[in-house]
């Protein structure tokens, strides 16, 4: 049995609050218009008057209309039903498939306890040498991409969920672009992986308040798999999106915003949906790879820096490549000491030569004379650019290895490279 | 007959009640929703209407629910068996709660921080008929390596006297171990466990002092340049991935004190648990037992609720005075007090006072002087002395010091230190800033050796600016060996290698050792070269044989056949032969 009130008392934004009795704070509510339906959530009780945030939005809301309590919070279908579907924001079908009602979740689930996570210790081999061998993703990382606008950053979440070794994927769009949407939707296609990956997406078209919900519901339905033991890859995109949706329903809600108008609790908002990444000690695990674009490659701005504290590193992508440097995977060392022996030298020497490499460029650049080993350098630093940067170049780590030697001889001498011995005597190209 | 009161308001983990009885001030309310019992802390009252931060996610609260007032304020459990164990903001541990709910932390859930049921070994100090107050050692049990002295409770007020001690033996917490007797003939039984309210400083001491011994960190860049003192308190400021939760990580392993206690305040879950599994494996060389057995570890990652959050930093400087207490030496790290002043700008937001500076409250300074003030070298009734040293990194928006919340610390903090982005990104550990970076406090360095040092990394920087200008060509060579001695210096004793069994931690003697090696060869030799070319190639040599040197450890055949190799070095290049190298 529902309770039904029609006494709509104000509108404002995209929050009406209408008077109630018996309201939990939290709870879902249904409110037909007469342009259809819409889910609504209460944000703010204060005596009688319940404040609804409506995510389809307010325009074409009476002062009759009804609103209809649920009585329990936010919840989505989640199971194996879901596998090749495409939902939005609020979890209806944007595909022809049929609407999902069975095994409902809560979303917004409590935190893990801090004692029943592990040490992640596995690497997600990807095929791209910048971050296999360079910095490497771990199962239950949560890694941002940070990128400008206009850079590949959904070619490259694609092809790494395409290649990485997970059960399920599960892809959240906020503020997508349509033909974003449709191009994620015909390559996991055509790679044949949409039979393992589900769709939570809200476009730029949709309300603000559909994109809040998107990373809490794809994260619940992570964490639902992750429970049966199942290895999940979250994709999240854009996150600066989310965050300005947050920004527009704080102020809308008057609440005092703190760096350039973005809430004070950005920092606790961005986490609880991070902080879902996971390993657990006796089930599966959630990685999460989310982009977060840099207004005006700006890595201080409040959204890149909120979510730099928080994530276990980020990918940097500029010029259409993965910087080596910015980018960080703070996890790395977990996992490269076990690949092969020659994993850490290389990354470490090809890292610190490059940065040489960029220093002769500044210099030439400067009109300063080049030096035979300043020429070495520019030479090295070509290559580089051409062999292991380029998102192009798709190889696994062992492959990627054996190319660093290979670019390293064809440049320097042995000596030159600061390597230990064994290792030349091991792996030097003969 | 219980207070209580109802639901009138919610917004987020704000909740406001209605109560037609007094209320108390900052005490403790439990929220009763069906069987769940949500822990809530009264911070404004008004008329009868009393403002509520739940510990809890209110999801599901209606109008109407009743609420509970305790007359409590939100206390800790003070007794044996805190070391070791890892407790949330609100002091319930962390494993006995996974044990009982599973994987994730289940809403309402409380526990006692210390069980009841285990047996301590007691032996009385004082006897019947002897006086005490607030804070007087009655007996004693084994903890770990350390004698822990049962005390007068410290909420204790005026002269009172053993009526009756229990004799030596095993005692679990709720049998009393004596009963007192005050003036006017009441009594009062006293636990090994006691209550204290987290935001009260234990105030049971004579006097407090001025620190004045350096606080061995065993970071030659922090203990020889920009020392901490037992007692004292410091930042350390810097952007995301700097390297601050790693400098947390290896001061909680090397730093020479008793008790070290870990406030994972807001930040990642992940590193809690890299604490958390890696220090029961690693052996502590000052008492050969694991490093776990001297370390407490209060952890309120980002994800759990933000009330708790608020109140973890409290929780965790509440039990380093208790220890303190004891007349040991606490260290407490709270990693990040930036994130503890988010908490408060959350909660001030929900209260809708008037902003200050970024949208932070107004009180936001005098709570972070208050919660630093807590530190400090106290002289106890016995004569002994304990000190609580407080650290706490800083997670500054955009890595800009121009914040309110590195602001105020530097204001009551003894030492700063500032992790810069260029020396992290430059792979220098630890990104310490040498330049920006300062201290209050004395060092074991001689303090001409430490302004020598100094002076040679600010010459040497200037230097490094001129000839981005005009270009190695234009500089003198004199001017070129200042600006490669003070790299030298940088990279060999101010950066040290994390991975390095030995070069990750130096004792204060190898410290005072090399500085004065490097002070007298190098610092304040004049070298005689042909060229730049030549002063770059000896300067690299020199720099291969000392990191050799810091790799092998001190006394050994190696590190003295090292040591030669380098005078050799020098003197080859040097304008007077050396003398005598040691103080």
């Known amino acids: 049995m529902h309770k039904i009130y029609t006494n709509i008392a104000q509108i404002a934004g995209d929050v009406i609050t209408v008077e109630a009795d018996g309201v939990g704070y939290n709870e879902i509510a249904r409110i037909e218009t007469r342009y259809g339906e819409s889910l609504a959530q209460v944000i703010r009780l204060d005596g009688k008057n319940v404040s609804l945030q409506i995510f389809a939005g307010s325009r074409g809301v009476s002062t009759g209309d009804r609103v209809k309590f649920m009585g329990h919070p936010m919840r989505v279908p989640s199971g194996t039903d879901l596998l090749g579907r495409i939902f939005n924001g609020s979890g209806v079908p944007l595909d022809k498939g049929p609407a999902l009602s069975e ?11 801090p004692v029943k996570r592990i040490v992640p210790n596995k690497m997600v081999r990807t095929g791209i040498p910048m971050i296999d061998l360079f910095n490497s993703l771990v199962e239950s990382q ?38 974003d949407y449709l191009f994620f939707r015909d390559i996991l296609d055509e790679q044949g992986a949409l039979s393992r990956s589900i769709f939570f997406i809200h476009t730029a078209a949709d309300p603000t308040v559909e994109c809040l919900l998107v990373p809490d519901i794809s994260l619940a339905v992570a964490e639902d798999f992750a429970l049966q033991g199942k290895k999940v890859l979250v994709l999240l995109t854009d996150m600066t999106n989310f965050c300005d949706a947050l920004k527009e329903i704080a102020i809308t809600m008057e609440q005092i915003p703190s760096n350039r108008g973005y809430p004070g609790d950005l920092y606790s908002q961005l986490a609880s949906r991070y902080e879902k990444a996971v390993d657990f000690d006796t089930a599966g695990s959630i990685t999460i790879l989310a982009v977060t674009t840099m207004p005006g490659d700006d890595v201080t701005h409040p959204v890149p820096d909120n979510t730099g504290y928080i994530t276990e590193g980020q990918f940097y992508l500029k010029n259409g490549v993965i910087e080596p440097f910015g980018s960080l995977s703070r996890l790395k060392q977990q996992v490269n000491g076990k690949t092969r022996d020659d994993h850490r030298a290389i990354m470490d020497t ?56 290979a670019i390293l001889a064809a440049c320097f001498s042995p000596e030159e490279t600061g390597i230990k011995k064994s290792l030349i005597e091991k792996y030097w190209p003969k | 007959m219980k207070r209580t009161g109802k639901i009138v ?41 009393a403002e509520t931060q739940v510990y809890e996610n209110t999801t599901g609260l209606v109008i109407g629910e009743t609420v509970e007032f305790t007359d409590e304020l939100l206390s800790v459990e003070l007794g044996p068996g805190l070391l070791g164990q890892i407790f949330d903001g609100l002091q319930n541990p962390l494993p006995q709660l996974a044990e009982k709910c599973g994987f994730f932390l289940k809403r309402g859930v409380y526990m006692d921080a210390l069980s009841d049921d285990k047996e301590w070994a007691f032996t009385p100090i004082l006897k019947e008929g002897a006086k005490v107050r607030a804070g007087d050692r009655l007996g004693f049990v084994p903890e770990k390596t350390f004698k822990h002295y ?41 636990f090994m466990r006691q209550n204290w309210p987290v935001k009260i400083p234990i105030e ?6 001025k620190p004045h011994s350096t606080l061995v960190t065993k970071m030659r860049l922090i203990d020889s340049l920009f020392p901490v003192a037992v007692g004292g308190t410091y930042c350390i400021p810097g952007p995301f991935g700097a390297g601050k939760t790693v400098l947390q990580q290896l001061t909680s392993r090397h730093a020479e004190v008793d008790i070290v206690i870990i406030a994972a305040c807001g930040e990642r879950a992940g590193e809690v648990v890299e604490t958390l599994k890696t220090f029961p494996m690693i052996v502590d060389p000052r008492t050969g037992r694991a490093l776990i057995d ?14 708790a959050r608020e109140s973890s930093v409290y929780t965790a400087v509440t039990i380093a005075e208790y220890y303190r207490q004891m007349g040991l030496n606490v260290l407490l790290l709270a990693d990040s007090t930036s994130r503890w002043a988010q908490a408060m700008r959350e909660m001030s937001g929900r209260l809708e006072e008037i902003p200050g500076e970024e949208a932070f409250p107004a009180y936001l300074e005098s709570r972070i002087a208050s919660f630093y003030e807590r530190a400090g070298v106290v002289k106890l009734y016995d004569g002994s002395l304990g000190s609580v040293t407080i650290g706490g990194t800083i997670s500054p928006a955009g890595g800009n010091f121009e914040e309110p919340v590195t602001q105020a610390t530097l204001k009551v903090v003894g030492a700063f230190h500032g992790l810069s982005r260029e020396r992290s990104d430059a792979r220098k550990y630890p990104a310490i800033d040498p330049l920006t970076s300062w201290s209050k406090y004395a060092s074991f360095i001689d303090e001409n050796k430490m302004k020598a040092a100094r002076e040679t990394l600010r010459k040497s920087y200037d230097i490094a600016q001129m000839m981005k200008v005009i270009g190695e060509e234009g500089t003198s060579l004199a001017d070129y060996v200042d600006y490669l001695k003070g790299e030298f ?29 490097i002070h007298l060869n190098i610092l304040k030799q004049e070298f005689i070269f042909q060229d730049k070319a030549a002063a770059l190639r000896f300067f690299q040599r020199l720099r291969q044989l000392f990191r050799g040197w810091n790799s092998t450890q001190m006394g050994t055949n190696e590190f003295m056949a090292i040591e030669e190799e380098l005078k050799v070095a020098i003197r080859e290049r040097a304008k007077e032969l050396i003398g005598k190298t040691h103080a």
Not at chain 1, 103 to 110: L, R, S
Not at chain 1, 371 to 391: C, H, N, P, T, V
Not at chain 2, 294 to 307: D, E, G, K, L, Q
Not at chain 2, 490 to 506: I, P, W
């Open chain 1, 103 to 113: 095994n409902m979740i809560d979303i917004g689930t409590p935190s893990v306890n």
């Open chain 1, 142 to 179: 949560k890694l941002p991409i940070f990128s400008i606008a206009g850079e590949p950053y959904n070619e490259l979440l694609a092809r790494i969920a395409i290649q990485a070794e997970v059960d399920i994927i599960i892809l959240g769009g906020m503020g997508l672009k349509h033909d």
């Open chain 1, 350 to 405: 090809m890292i610190q030569l490059f940065a040489s490499y960029r220093e002769a460029l500044e210099k030439r650049s400067m009109g300063f004379q080049m030096s035979a080993w300043d020429e070495k350098l520019l030479k090295y630093g070509r290559i580089f650019e051409d062999q292991m940067m380029s998102l192009k170049v798709n190889i696994p780590l062992e492959k990627a290895l054996d190319r660093g030697w």
């Open chain 2, 9 to 49: 308001g919610i917004s987020g983990n704000m909740v406001k009640v209605e109560c037609h009885s007094f209320i108390i001030q900052n005490e403790v309310a439990y929220i009763i929703h069906g069987a769940e019992r949500l822990k809530a802390e009264v911070i404004k009252i008004r008329g009868n209407v």
């Open chain 2, 150 to 190: 049962i005390m007068a409770p410290f909420s204790l007020q005026g002269d009172w006297e053993i009526a009756s001690m229990s004799p030596h033996g095993r005692y679990d917490l709720t049998k009393p171990i004596a009963r007192l007797k005050a003036g006017d003939g009441a009594h009062r039984d006293i």
């Open chain 2, 204 to 209: 049971a001491y004579v006097e407090k002092l």
């Open chain 2, 294 to 307: 001297r370390t407490v570890i209060i952890c309120n990652t980002s994800s759990m609720p933000v009330a």
């Open chain 2, 489 to 517: 210096f940088d990279s060999v004793y101010l950066q040290q290698n994390a991975f390095d069994k030995v070069d990750e931690a130096t004792t204060k003697e190898r410290q005072i050792y090399i500085l004065n090696f």
